[in-house]
């Protein structure tokens, strides 16, 4: 939570809770306690676990009470992605570019590498191996369940709008631009064109081209890619930043 945002109606709805059980009225210091201790949270997150307490218990709510509520919720959520993850490598794998429904995968996938890297890793582990990397990669997806975003607002983190698969990846670098393949939205296995995930503003292309006689000549295809600030680099993919812009030449070619 923001205070400057957040701190009026979370007073108020804290306060509408304790009306509604053995609450007793607080003092503005015990709301800010409670604030301070809550505050890596959305209130979003905060008001369902104060709905959730008060459908369940008489009692007046901790901070503890909501704490609970909240990371129950967001274990079980955490476990139901790694799922689709999982299912998601098996079924799309390492060439297909994908978006998955939230910020929070793109938080946890970044921060072990990328797409086409865990793929990559993936194919060669054991049981026991995947079992232990899901324990990283859901207590990743939970803090991106708090900090991560699309847009990078309000003090989060900003994070890729899709992740490029191993065809993208080559056709691009190669410059065979009308094969690049659409995104894969991960749950619907609608395709998605990157200029409708804001890749314009991580991918573009500058090419300069004429007609000479019939002949279209493509001088240069660059390619700019950005890494997200904040985030820790990744193997080859070039997906976001905001701090280092690399530049990235592509090769001359000629099409008759």
Known sequence: MIKE??????????AMIDQVTA????????????FKLLEDYTFEDI?????????????????????????????????????????SME????????????PAYHYAIDLLGGWMRL????????????????KDWRKLYEIGVRKASWDGRDGTVKVPPYFKGFHEWNNRSGGFLEFVPKVVQIGTGEMIPQEMLGAGDQVRMLAEGN?????????????RTEDQEGIAGRSGEGLVSVSQVQFQEGVEREEN
């Open 23 to 34: 609450g007793k009225p607080r003092t503005k210091e015990a709301f800010s306690m409670m």
């Open 91 to 102: 079924h799309h794998g390492f060439y297909s570019s994908v978006r998955f429904p939230d």
């Open 47 to 87: 008001s369902r676990a104060l709905e959730g307490h008060a459908r369940t218990n008489k009692f007046l709510v901790q901070p503890a009470d909501i704490i609970s509520i909240i990371e129950g919720d967001i274990a079980d959520k955490s476990l139901v992605a790694w799922r689709v993850f999982l299912k």
């Open 119 to 134: 793929c990559e890793e993936w194919h060669g582990m054991t049981d026991k191996e995947i079992e232990f990397r899901g």
């Open 5 to 14: 945002r957040d701190w009026k109606r979370f007073v108020q709805s804290v």
């Open 211 to 223: 007609d000479d006689g019939g002949q279209r000549k493509i001088k240069k295809i660059g390619i």
